[in-house]
C-alpha cells in the first residue's frame, strides 16, 4: 500500500517508522533536519524494547512524492495551512486523506448526522474555507490518535506510550467502508492498535476530554502529566473540567463512555511526559488553543452547557500562550 505522511515530527515520524517496517510503500512530507535524517538514513523508532527502522522516501515538496493511496495528516491543527496548497498531487484521483489533529477537527460538521444538535461556527478551525475547497467530503476520514511521543534527535522517535498506541479511524458520515476497513488492518498489521468505531466523534471527544485537562493545565503550571495530578488540588480540579467536558460533549449527542478503550494499563503513578501543547509553549511553537480548547468552548456555549472551571482554565492557557506570542485571539 502507497502511503504518505504529510508532517512526519513526532507521532508521524511514529506512524512511518511501524508502517515502512511492515513493508508498505511509505513517503514522507517533513522539513529542516528531521527531512536532512529521513533522507540518508530512515526514520527510527524506539518503544519499550522495540527498535524500529525504516526507509522512506522524504521530501519537502508534495509534488516529487507522486499519488497515494492514504496521505495521513498528522500536522497540527496550526500548521493545516499548508495543506490545501500541496495536497492534489499527493492524493492523485483516488486517495483518501486522513486527518489526525488533536481538539475539534475542521470537519467536524461534514457527514454529521441530523439527530445531533448543529454545532457552533468553526470557521476558524478552516479560514477561508481552503482545507473544504481542497478536500472534497467523499476524500475525506477523521483519525483520533492515542500515542505520546518526542523527537530526541533528528530522525528518531521516542514513544513514550510503549503497548498503548492507538489510531481510530472512522469515516466522516460513520458508515463503513472498504477503504476504512483495508486502511485499519494496515495498521493493525504494523502494531497500531485501530479499533473498529460506529461514531468517530465518540473517539473525538473522549481523546478531546482528556487534553482539556492536559493540555491546558499542563501548560498553566508547566509541568508533566504526572506531576500535575500529583497534587490533589490539581486533580480535583481536573475532575470538574472533565466533568465539564464530557456535560458538552453529551448536549451534542455524544456519550463518550462509548469510544474504543486504548489497549493496554495505564502507567503507574500517571504519564512522565509533558502535554504536545507544553512542549510547544516551551520551544516557542504556534499552540493549538483554537482547536483544543476555544472550540470545545464554543460548543459548550452554543448548548448553553456551564463550564465555569474550564473557561478558567482556558482564559489562563490562552493568555499565557498569547502572551510569548504562539495564539492570537
Given amino acids: 500500500m502507497r502511503i504518505c505522511i504529510f508532517g512526519a515530527g513526532a507521532v508521524g515520524g511514529h506512524f512511518a517508522a511501524r508502517l515502512g517496517a511492515a513493508g508498505h510503500d511509505v513517503s514522507v512530507v517533513a522539513r529542516g533536519a528531521q527531512l536532512g535524517a529521513m533522507r540518508e538514513q530512515g526514520v527510527t523508532l524506539l518503544s519499550g524494547e522495540e527498535r524500529i527502522r525504516a526507509r522512506v522516501r522524504a521530501s519537502d515538496d508534495p509534488a516529487e512524492l507522486g499519488a497515494h493511496e492514504f496521505v495521513i495528516v498528522t500536522l497540527k491543527a496550526t500548521g493545516l495551512?499548508?495543506?490545501?496548497?500541496?495536497?492534489?498531487?499527493?492524493?492523485?484521483?483516488?486517495?483518501?486523506?486522513?486527518?489526525?489533529?488533536?481538539?475539534?477537527?475542521?470537519?467536524?460538521?461534514?457527514?454529521?448526522?441530523?439527530?445531533?444538535?448543529?454545532?457552533?461556527?468553526?470557521?476558524?478551525?478552516?479560514?477561508?474555507?481552503?482545507?473544504?475547497?481542497?478536500?472534497?467530503?467523499?476524500?475525506?476520514?477523521g483519525g483520533v490518535v492515542y500515542s505520546a511521543n518526542e523527537v530526541i534527535e533528528p530522525g528518531v522517535v521516542e514513544n513514550r506510550t510503549p503497548g498503548r498506541n492507538m489510531l481510530t479511524v472512522g469515516e466522516p458520515d460513520d458508515r463503513r467502508s472498504p477503504r476504512l476497513a483495508a486502511l485499519r488492518a494496515a495498521l493493525e498489521d504494523a502494531g497500531l492498535h485501530s479499533p473498529e468505531t460506529g461514531d468517530i466523534r465518540q473517539a473525538v471527544w473522549n481523546k478531546l476530554v482528556n487534553n482539556l485537562v492536559s493540555s491546558t493545565l499542563c501548560v498553566i503550571v508547566e509541568e508533566t502529566v504526572a506531576a500535575m495530578m500529583a497534587d490533589p488540588?490539581?486533580?480535583?480540579?481536573?475532575?470538574?473540567?472533565?466533568?465539564?467536558?464530557?456535560?458538552?460533549?453529551?448536549?451534542?449527542?455524544?456519550?463518550?463512555?462509548?469510544?474504543?478503550?486504548?489497549?493496554?494499563?495505564?502507567?503507574?503513578?500517571?504519564?512522565?511526559?509533558?502535554?504536545?501543547?507544553?512542549?510547544?509553549?516551551?520551544?516557542?511553537?504556534?499552540?493549538?488553543?483554537?482547536?483544543?480548547?476555544?472550540?470545545?468552548?464554543?460548543?459548550?456555549?452554543?448548548?448553553?452547557?456551564?463550564?465555569?472551571?474550564?473557561?478558567?482554565?482556558?482564559?489562563?492557557?490562552?493568555?499565557?500562550?498569547?502572551?510569548?506570542?504562539?495564539?492570537?485571539?
Wanted: charged share 15%.
Fill in 81 to 141: 495551512g499548508a495543506v490545501p496548497h500541496a495536497i492534489a498531487p499527493l492524493m492523485g484521483r483516488e486517495g483518501v486523506v486522513v486527518f489526525c489533529q488533536n481538539g475539534i477537527p475542521w470537519w467536524y460538521a461534514q457527514g454529521l448526522s441530523a439527530a445531533r444538535p448543529k454545532p457552533p461556527e468553526l470557521s476558524r478551525l478552516d479560514p477561508q474555507g481552503t482545507l473544504a475547497l481542497a478536500i472534497p467530503p467523499e476524500r475525506l476520514l
Fill in 233 to 329: 488540588a490539581l486533580q480535583a480540579l481536573a475532575a470538574r473540567i472533565r466533568e465539564e467536558g464530557r456535560a458538552i460533549a453529551a448536549a451534542h449527542g455524544v456519550a463518550i463512555e462509548g469510544a474504543p478503550a486504548r489497549p493496554g494499563a495505564p502507567p503507574a503513578g500517571g504519564l512522565a511526559h509533558k502535554p504536545s501543547m507544553l512542549q510547544d509553549y516551551e520551544r516557542g511553537r504556534s499552540m493549538e488553543i483554537e482547536a483544543q480548547v476555544m472550540a470545545p468552548l464554543a460548543f459548550a456555549r452554543s448548548a448553553n452547557v456551564a463550564a465555569p472551571m474550564l473557561e478558567l482554565a482556558a482564559a489562563l492557557a490562552a493568555h499565557k500562550a498569547a502572551a510569548k506570542g504562539l495564539y492570537q485571539s
